[in-house]
C-alpha cells in the first residue's frame, strides 16, 4: 500500500517537472542578451535558405571555389563530377581461374 502510493507520488512530480521544463522552453527570453541571440540565430535561419553561404563577399566565393578545385584534382573529381554527394560504389564479381571452378565442384 505505501509502495504504491509512493510509486503514484512520484509518477506525478515526475510529470510535474516535464511539463514545468516545457513551460520555461516555450517562454520568451527575459534577458536582453539572449533575446539578441535568439534574434540573430531566426535571421540567419532566414538568410541561409538552400544551403548557401549567408552574405558571402567575392573573396570568400573565391576562396570556395579554389578549395572545392583543389578536393577535385586531389580525390579524382573532374567536369560534370558533383564532389558534394557521396560516391557510389560498384563491386564486380571476380573472375575465377577454370581450374578451381572443377575442384570445387568435384568436392
Do not use: C, H, W
Not at 17 to 35: E, F, G, H, S, Y
Not at 46 to 55: A, F, R, T
Not at 81 to 100: G, N, Q, R, Y
Amino acid at each position: 500500500m505505501l509502495t504504491s502510493s509512493l510509486v503514484t507520488g512520484l509518477r506525478a512530480a515526475r510529470s510535474s517537472v516535464i511539463v514545468t521544463r516545457n513551460l520555461a522552453a516555450a517562454q520568451k527570453a527575459t534577458d536582453p542578451i539572449q533575446q539578441l541571440f535568439v534574434d540573430k540565430i531566426r535571421e540567419y535561419k532566414k538568410k541561409s535558405v538552400g544551403g548557401k553561404l549567408v552574405d558571402p563577399t567575392p573573396a570568400i566565393e573565391k576562396e570556395l571555389k579554389a578549395e572545392l578545385e583543389k578536393l577535385e584534382r586531389q580525390f579524382g573529381g573532374g567536369a560534370g563530377v558533383d564532389m558534394t554527394s557521396f560516391p557510389t560504389f560498384k563491386f564486380e564479381e571476380p573472375k575465377l581461374d577454370p581450374i578451381d571452378e572443377q575442384a570445387q565442384q568435384k568436392k
